[in-house]
């Protein structure tokens, strides 16, 4: 076991090491860090909005630049949350606590550099979780059949739904609408048209990359255009930072050192859980490392803070590829991304993934860690840069990306009706922001709807139409009782707060 | 009140399933297990729980921390602009043909949303319509409609 993965992480970097991945995997990392830093686009907004991009590449080319996005976005969000006191990410909200305080003290250059550098810590240990424990999972996820999978599909989203937004109502709500937008085209069992009117775009359903271009997208840019450009980063460009300022001292790496390793292990298993991701994971870590922290001066400057809010985040995305890879199920909306990627290159992650496509796997690890080394040195570049370019893009952030977005729906299907959906789920994901709906569990409803639909019907068929199928096999009935209790216990916890 | 007409929206959907549904007669169970409309029921039927379940909750006072956070007046404006030049982008496209079309895309948003000078705007549009022909059109191949100048 142990020489295999030895093996597989070698054979891996031998193809990862290839110019063309490597360029691809730069070209994301740094995307992402620069998406990253710009307020209101977070990973789930940057890889669906590149997600059309990447159509024409190699299926691991692709996978590649949207995986060093994803990181890069967790890179890139620090930057602004420590230099404006405004996330770029949601997930970087926790860097703020601490990140700006030691901005405005002086001593941005040590907040920049603990956030880089415990970023790549973090990182690295969740890629070689994934490495170690994703192929564990896969391995034990064959014995599972389709009722499992219902069920543990349905777990993941009763979680995803109780966990986000402030109301698990509203998210069940969401997740549900979501899946009732997969029940739009031609029944992959029966053949009858449903929801369709007669119109023959919607007969293959709505596909779902125009749902997240519109949702996530061009709903984030219509947030910020109802909010106004903001131009007050004119004193940020005045503040000199160089590359040298953001390097640690003895003093510094004491503190963060402990805060990032026990960060990491939280960030990558918190990651792992449907629905957690990289915001609850820096929440999680935060509040565990106030308990162990040495620095008087923790929530109002303190290293240790921006240490372990950054390496949870970044952790959290090899956690989230765990359950995406080895069992296709999308813990968080960017992975939701991702696996869209794969399937339309006609590849279906999943437990069977590492043993049919095992080298595409291992490339990704490789690559994934080579792209954390990426990211750090890009962002050590990056950082005194754009101090001083920030106001410059953000005039221009609104119109490239709305380019983007129409572009890369129509590139879809080379048709102007992907443009008219995304338009009305960017409609539609504005209105729900505004009226405090979660969007995540909206997202996953859509991805896994039809997933959820059709193990369902297969189980049934399996079992002669019997429901005990679900009951009788001790692992899918213990997911459902999960995802019965993910699903009761919030309502009734609010009910009695 | 923002929760209510969330609530109503959502009740509406779920109606308006079932309501198709039964007009077009997806079935229900087959032999095989269940059919075409069984799960878009189900669905529907707990969308409209839940919409109950949150008019419910607002009316107890539950949700008294949720701000109904919609923009004022110039906000709206440049959402609706936004969505407009859009609109009205995806219309023009196979008239006008992609360059054209994001080049006037670009300009009304840089110049009325961002409120940048004609100058401005019309040298960001320009430089916009060239970097996406050749991302797009050239690197990526995706055939876009030529319009009236060609490309």
């Not at chain 1, 967790?74 to 230099?83: E, H």
């Not at chain 1, 460009?237 to 503190?255: E, F, G, M, V």
């Not at chain 2, 109950?52 to 949720?66: E, F, L, Q």
Request: net charge positive.
């Amino acid at each position: 076991m142990k020489m295999d993965l030895i093996t597989n992480l070698l054979g891996g970097f031998a193809q990862a090491l290839s110019p063309e991945i490597i360029l691809f995997m730069f070209a994301g990392t740094a995307l992402g860090c620069v998406i990253g830093f710009l307020p209101g686009m977070g990973a789930s907004t940057g890889t669906s909005i590149l997600l059309p991009l990447t159509f024409g590449l190699h299926p691991i080319c692709s996978l590649c630049m949207l995986v060093g996005v994803y990181f890069g976005t967790q890179y890139g969000g620090s930057i602004s949350a420590i230099m404006l006191n405004v996330p770029g990410t949601s997930s970087a909200a926790i860097t703020c606590i601490d990140g700006y305080p030691m901005f405005v003290q002086g001593r941005g250059g040590k907040a920049f550099g603990a956030g880089q550098f415990c970023s790549c810590i973090g990182s690295v240990i969740s890629t070689l979780g994934l490495a170690i424990f994703g192929m564990a999972l896969a391995r034990y996820a064959l014995r599972f059949s389709t009722p499992e999978y219902f069920s543990m599909t349905l777990m993941g989203l009763a979680l995803t739904a109780s966990l986000t937004g402030n109301s698990p109502s509203k998210g069940f709500l969401m997740m549900l609408f979501g899946m009732a937008t997969t029940c739009i085209g031609v029944d992959s069992v029966t053949g009858v048209n449903r929801f369709t009117f007669g119109n023959i775009y919607l007969s293959d359903g709505i596909n779902t990359v125009p749902i997240l271009l519109g949702m996530m997208g061009f709903a984030e840019l219509l947030n910020t255009a109802s909010k106004g450009i903001q131009d007050s980063f004119a004193s940020v460009a005045n503040t000199k930072i160089r590359t040298k300022d953001l390097l640690l001292d003895k003093q510094d790496w004491k503190l963060c050192l402990p805060a990032s390793l026990r960060s990491s292990v939280i960030g990558f298993i918190t990651g792992a859980l449907p629905g957690a991701g990289a915001t609850i994971a820096g929440v999680l870590s935060y509040g565990v490392q106030k308990k162990f922290t040495k620095s008087p001066d923790f929530g109002n400057g303190a290293v240790d803070g921006v240490a372990a809010a950054e390496a949870a985040n970044n952790a959290s995305t090899g956690g989230a590829m765990v359950p995406m890879l080895a069992l296709g199920i999308p813990g968080s909306p960017t992975t939701a991304v991702l696996l869209t990627a794969l399937t339309m290159f006609g590849l279906r992650p999943g437990p069977m993934f590492y043993t049919t496509n095992g080298d595409m796997v291992w490339t990704l690890i490789a690559a994934m860690l080579i792209g954390n080394i990426f990211a750090l040195i890009f962002d050590l570049g990056f950082i005194p840069i754009c101090m001083r370019i920030m106001g410059k893009i953000q005039s221009y952030l609104i119109p490239s990306v709305a380019c983007l977005c129409f572009l890369g729906a129509y590139s879809l299907y080379t048709r102007t009706a992907e443009i008219w959906i995304m338009l009305v789920f960017a409609v539609f994901g504005y209105l729900v922001r505004k009226f405090n709906m979660p969007v995540l569990p909206f997202i996953l409803g859509a991805v896994l709807g039809d997933m959820v639909e059709g193990q369902f019907r297969q189980s049934l068929v399996l079992s002669g139409g019997s429901y005990s199928i679900f009951f009788t096999r001790p692992w899918s009935c213990a997911m459902l009782v999960v995802a019965i209790i993910a699903m009761v216990l919030p309502m009734i916890r609010r009910k009695k707060a | 009140m923002g929760n209510y007409l969330t609530a109503g929206f959502f009740m509406a959907a779920g109606i308006f399933m079932i309501a198709v549904i039964l007009i077009k007669n997806y079935t229900f169970m087959t032999k095989y297990g269940p059919g075409a409309g069984f799960v878009p029921f189900v669905i529907a039927v707990c969308i409209i729980i839940l919409s109950i379940v949150i008019c419910v909750n607002t009316a107890h006072g539950s949700y008294d921390n949720d701000k109904d956070k919609l923009p004022d007046r110039a906000g709206a404006k440049r959402v609706l602009y936004l969505l407009l030049f859009c609109a009205l982008a995806a219309l023009a496209l196979h008239w006008l043909g992609m360059a054209a079309t994001i080049f006037l895309l670009y300009l009304f948003i840089v110049r009325f949303i961002c409120e940048k000078s004609w100058i401005s705007s019309l040298k960001a549009a320009l430089v916009a319509a060239v970097v996406f022909y050749l991302l797009f059109a050239i690197g990526f191949s995706v055939k876009f409609p030529k319009g009236i100048f060609g490309f």
